[in-house]
């Protein structure tokens, strides 16, 4: 997979707004059989510590993006889901505005997974949250299905309110005002994720990025971009 690991993805600024797309280079996955699209990630040089970040996302339908924070230039570090998207081959649906320990025990910080109804246009219509597998315990808030709906706007601009705050960090989310996610990540409680290991990894200060994934269209469909405008941050 020598071109996903040299692809940045495809990023453009055009009338005040980011876009972030797949890079035009596909190729036939050798294991999975199907063709697949690279991304990438858009990132900070600085590196920031407790912050409050207020910024507004457009995904289209799928795709399977998110909000890096606290991150080493290899993406390691939590991600602010904004999963997009149907059920994977897992039967797993994307997730909107909870975390995901990227390469620091690789699981989502979500008691839910999401269920999206999809309509005879092939676009979301309708979301449940139903108890997921992960298994995550220590979460301080996690949003119901009927706050999500209030919160989440299809097919339209949404939101994010993210506060990181501590050396191993307590991550708030909010989408249009609603309150999703509140996680101490040190209290998480998983077989893959060693809070002292990932607090000497990462440090009190990381990069924020965007990211375009990687994967098949059912994951990233051809074509399809999210939009990201009016970038706010604000030190703690």
């Given at each position: 997979m020598r071109a996903n690991n040299a692809s940045r993805g495809k990023w453009e600024v055009r009338d005040g707004m980011i876009f972030g797309g797949q890079s035009e280079q596909r190729m036939r996955h050798p294991v999975q059989k199907m063709d697949w699209g690279f991304g990438g990630w858009l990132m900070t040089d600085e590196l920031f510590g407790d912050f409050e970040l207020l910024i507004d996302a457009h995904p289209d339908w799928p795709c399977d993006t998110g909000i890096y924070v606290r991150t080493t230039t290899e993406g390691e570090g939590f991600q602010i889901l904004c999963d997009h998207r149907g059920d994977d081959a897992k039967g797993v649906g994307g997730s909107v505005g909870f975390i995901y320990c990227k390469s620091i025990g690789n699981m989502r910080v979500d008691p839910n997974n999401f269920r999206w109804e999809v309509g005879a246009d092939g676009?979301?219509?309708?979301?449940?949250l139903i108890p997921g597998t992960d298994g995550v315990t220590k979460v301080e808030h996690s949003c119901t299905s009927d706050e999500f709906r209030k919160a989440w706007r299809t097919n339209d601009w949404n939101t994010f309110r993210i506060r990181?705050?501590?050396?191993?960090?307590r991550i708030t989310t909010w989408i249009n005002d609603v309150k999703i996610c509140e996680c101490d990540t040190a209290k998480i409680e998983w077989r893959h994720y060693r809070p002292d290991a990932v607090k000497k990894l990462l440090g009190p200060r990381g990069h924020i990025a965007l990211e375009v994934h990687d994967g098949p269209a059912n994951r990233w469909g051809i074509g399809k971009v999210v939009?990201?405008?009016?970038i706010y941050l604000k030190s703690l």
């Amino acid at each position: 997979m020598r071109a996903n690991n040299a692809s940045r993805g495809k990023w453009e600024v055009r009338d005040g707004m980011i876009f972030g797309g797949q890079s035009e280079q596909r190729m036939r996955h050798p294991v999975q059989k199907m063709d697949w699209g690279f991304g990438g990630w858009l990132m900070t040089d600085e590196l920031f510590g407790d912050f409050e970040l207020l910024i507004d996302a457009h995904p289209d339908w799928p795709c399977d993006t998110g909000i890096y924070v606290r991150t080493t230039t290899e993406g390691e570090g939590f991600q602010i889901l904004c999963d997009h998207r149907g059920d994977d081959a897992k039967g797993v649906g994307g997730s909107v505005g909870f975390i995901y320990c990227k390469s620091i025990g690789n699981m989502r910080v979500d008691p839910n997974n999401f269920r999206w109804e999809v309509g005879a246009d092939g676009l979301p219509k309708d979301v449940k949250l139903i108890p997921g597998t992960d298994g995550v315990t220590k979460v301080e808030h996690s949003c119901t299905s009927d706050e999500f709906r209030k919160a989440w706007r299809t097919n339209d601009w949404n939101t994010f309110r993210i506060r990181v705050v501590g050396h191993l960090p307590r991550i708030t989310t909010w989408i249009n005002d609603v309150k999703i996610c509140e996680c101490d990540t040190a209290k998480i409680e998983w077989r893959h994720y060693r809070p002292d290991a990932v607090k000497k990894l990462l440090g009190p200060r990381g990069h924020i990025a965007l990211e375009v994934h990687d994967g098949p269209a059912n994951r990233w469909g051809i074509g399809k971009v999210v939009r990201w405008r009016n970038i706010y941050l604000k030190s703690l």
